[in-house]
Each structure stands twice: as structure tokens, then as C-alpha cells.
């Protein structure tokens, strides 16, 4: 049997001992995302699962892996054993290579100014608010702005966000893909025929300092080696490769 946990025990917290990852807070932390186990009073098997990303911990469970949220999963395994157990339930699953970031980075608020300093003429910032939260869900580009939360009053609440407009359309942003109670999880995007123009970096500074400001750390992971270059000249510090699965 495979059980949706309803109260973050010690056990399961333990677990998940030493993933220092901001998605799996999110999930212990009851701020958002669900956690499954094997068993509800003594688990030895367990995945957090919050947007579309699953964290595998523990002793390697078959109904576990098999037990797949709907739709695209980006399945994490803690462990090589775990990775084996997600090729042989999904042979189709591609295997990718993530990168993560170190999370203690001590930012120069002077340079993400100067940077947010560069915006061209004809666009503005501006936060995410009601009718830019239903902006953002109109178009594949912006919707994982928002769209991890449970609701538009999820995201006006927990959520913090920043989108560049030229002509009343958001052509780029920044914004939290998940929450946990110390900072967010960032999320950035720029439709394609506005790139090179640094606006990812410009909405990425702007929401940098908010987040600061408010004492929110604001937590990056790099899909690629261009997200990687983009998050140092924020004045974040690589940390080290990982395995992860898409499976579809």
C-alpha cells in the first residue's frame, strides 16, 4: 500500500536527512507538495512530490516509483539504487543530467541593482498580482510562474513574482515556483524572440532584492549550463551535478 501522509513525522523527516533541497522543505514544511510512504506509522520508503518534481528516499520501492503523479514527473533519486529502480519501472524515462547551486550565496545588492538599472526603454517591471497571475496562465512561456500553487489566493499569498511587460504583454519574468517558509524556489523564462536583451537577468535581480528585503532566501537550480552562467553573474556559487528522470 502507498499512503498520502496527512502529518510530517519525525520519521519521515529523517528520511529525507541531508537532501538540502528547497522543493523537499516546501513538502515537509506542509507549505506545499505531498509526501508518500509505504507505511503511516513506520516508513521506510518515501517520495516528496511538489510542481512536477518527485524526491525518492529511503530503502528502494517498487509501488513507490510505480505510484506516478499524473502527467510530466522529473523524478530525483537520493541514490543510485533508486535511479535503477525508475529506469527498469519507466525503460522510456530520459535521463538528464541537473545542476545544483549552493544555498549561501551572500548577494551584492549594489550590482542586482545596477542590473535591474538596465532595463531598456519601452518595458516595465512590475510584481505579480491578480490579473498578472491570470496573464501568466494564458501562455506555456509563463505558466510555471504560477502554476504550482493551489490557487490564485495560494499564489497572491506564498508566492512572490516579478514580470517584464513591453506593450501590456510579458515578454519575461521571474518568479517562485515553490515556497517554503525561509524563501522560494526560482523560476525563469523569457519568450524566445525577446532573448538576449538580459531581461531573465534584469526580472531575476528585481526579484532578488525583494526577496532579501522581506528575509526570504531566494534558492536556484539549474536545468542546464546556460541557467548555471545566469545564476552566477547573479553571485550565486555552483555546487555539484545530479541525476534526475523526466518521464512523461
Request: charged share 30%; aromatic share 12%; hydrophobic share 35%.
Amino acid at each position: 500500500m502507498i499512503y498520502e501522509i496527512t502529518d510530517v513525522t519525525e520519521k519521515i523527516k529523517s528520511l529525507f536527512d541531508g537532501w538540502d533541497e528547497t522543493l523537499v522543505y516546501s513538502c515537509l514544511q506542509q507549505v506545499m507538495g505531498k509526501i508518500f510512504v509505504d507505511d503511516i506509522d513506520d516508513p521506510k520508503s518515501a517520495y516528496a512530490f511538489v510542481g512536477c518534481f518527485a524526491f525518492y528516499v529511503g530503502v528502494p520501492n517498487k509501488e513507490l516509483v510505480l505510484n506516478k503523479p499524473e502527467g510530466f514527473v522529473i523524478m530525483i533519486p537520493i541514490n543510485e539504487e533508486w535511479g535503477k529502480l525508475i529506469e527498469d519501472c519507466f525503460p522510456d524515462a530520459k535521463k538528464v543530467t541537473r545542476y545544483a547551486i549552493r544555498k549561501d550565496t551572500v548577494f551584492n545588492k549594489e550590482l542586482l541593482q545596477d542590473t535591474v538599472n538596465m532595463l531598456p526603454d519601452g518595458y516595465e517591471l512590475k510584481r505579480i498580482n491578480g490579473s498578472l497571475y491570470d496573464l501568466c496562465l494564458e501562455d506555456p512561456v509563463t505558466e510555471d510562474f504560477v502554476s504550482s500553487f493551489e490557487s490564485k489566493e495560494d499564489y497572491l499569498n506564498k508566492g512572490r513574482g516579478i514580470v517584464i511587460l513591453k506593450d501590456g504583454k510579458i515578454v519575461a519574468g521571474a518568479s517562485s515556483y515553490t515556497r517554503y517558509n525561509e524563501g522560494i524556489e526560482i523560476e525563469v523564462d523569457t519568450r524566445p524572440e525577446e532573448r538576449r536583451k538580459h531581461l531573465a537577468m534584469i526580472a531575476c535581480s528585481k526579484l532578488i532584492l525583494n526577496c532579501l528585503e522581506e528575509g526570504l532566501y531566494p534558492s536556484w537550480d539549474a536545468q542546464n549550463t546556460n541557467s548555471v552562467k545566469l545564476a552566477e553573474k547573479l553571485g550565486y556559487q555552483f555546487s555539484h551535478e545530479y541525476v534526475a528522470y523526466e518521464v512523461s
